[in-house]
Nanobody, 125 residues
Framework: QVQLVESGGGLVQAGGSLRLSCVAS????????MGWFRQASGKEREFLGAINWSHGNTYHADSVKGRFTVSRDNAKNTVYLQMNSLKSEDTATYYC?????WGPGIADTTEYDHWGQGTQVTVSS
C-alpha cells in the first residue's frame, strides 16, 4: 500500500498563490508517477498535472498550464502543486494520487491506484 497525505490547502484571495504538498509513504517503490486532481462540488474529478518520479518529466492539463506547476522532491517522497493567479473557479478539493506507470493515459483517473484524502482550496473573489 502507498499512503498519501496532502496539505497546504486553505482560503486565499483571487490572484493569490498556494503550494500544495503530498507526502508518500509505505510501498513507494511501486509508485512510478504522481498526479494531482481536483473536484469541485457537483463536478467530475479533473486532472491537473502529473510527474514521473524517476525522470521528473511532467505533464500539465491545458486548463491550468502556465498557472499550475507540478514538482517533486524524491528525497522527501513529496510532490508539490504550485498554484498561481488563483481564480474563484479553482475552488475545489484537491487530491494527489499514485500511479504504477507513466504513459499516455496519465491524465485518466483509472491509471491511479492510491489516492490521498484531499485538501480543500477556497478562492475568494
Amino acid at each position: 500500500q502507498v499512503q498519501l497525505v496532502e496539505s497546504g490547502g486553505g482560503l486565499v484571495q483571487a490572484g493569490g498563490s498556494l503550494r500544495l504538498s503530498c507526502v508518500a509513504s509505505g510501498r513507494t517503490f511501486s509508485s512510478k508517477a504522481m498526479g494531482w486532481f481536483r473536484q469541485a462540488s457537483g463536478k467530475e474529478r479533473e486532472f491537473l498535472g502529473a510527474i514521473n518520479w524517476s525522470h521528473g518529466n511532467t505533464y500539465h492539463a491545458d486548463s491550468v498550464k502556465g498557472r499550475f506547476t507540478v514538482s517533486r522532491d524524491n528525497a522527501k517522497n513529496t510532490v508539490y502543486l504550485q498554484m498561481n493567479s488563483l481564480k474563484s473557479e479553482d475552488t475545489a478539493t484537491y487530491y494527489c494520487a499514485s500511479a504504477t506507470s507513466w504513459g499516455p493515459g496519465i491524465a485518466d483517473t483509472t491509471e491511479y491506484d492510491h489516492w490521498g484524502q484531499g485538501t480543500q482550496v477556497t478562492v475568494s473573489s
